[in-house]
């Protein structure tokens, strides 16, 4: 499948946003397991936490990196308030993403807002 994600969208945020935005301490982050690597890697986004559920939406869906590493592997950690949660995520295609976005934070669903071309919701639940 071709990627969706335009080029020049897709190389901000890979190679200056988040490498940045990864470094500021209570920036939300989703740790997933690299699929082909199995190593760590983190991805800032927006979230909100909801009676022990992180909610979230993927601009790109499944044309996210996360997205497929969370496929392969669901059990992940979210550092929020710069501290880190194990959870289990799942992807949930049937939510209304564009009415979730509109319940979490908006700042940091601008991004996803604005560029966004394949908005998937994606829940973890976390561990107690």
């Not at 190593?39 to 979230?47: D, K, S, V």
């Not at 590493?69 to 059990?75: G, K, L, M, S, V």
């Not at 949930?92 to 071309?117: C, I």
């Amino acid at each position: 499948m071709p990627n969706s994600q335009p080029a020049f969208t897709n190389f901000f945020q890979k190679r200056i946003a988040n490498p940045v935005m990864r470094r500021m301490p209570f920036q939300t982050l989703l740790e997933t397991t690299g699929r082909k690597s199995g190593e760590p890697r983190r991805t800032p986004l927006g979230g909100k936490l909801v009676d022990g559920q992180f909610w979230f939406v993927s601009e790109f869906g499944d044309q996210s990196q996360y997205i497929r590493n969370i496929q392969a592997d669901p059990r992940v950690r979210v550092r929020l308030r710069g501290r880190w949660h194990s959870g289990t995520a799942h992807l949930v295609p049937d939510d209304d993403a564009a009415a979730r976005l509109r319940e979490l934070p908006q700042f940091n669903s601008f991004g996803v807002r604005t560029f966004g071309t394949n908005l998937l919701t994606v829940r973890v639940d976390m561990d107690r």
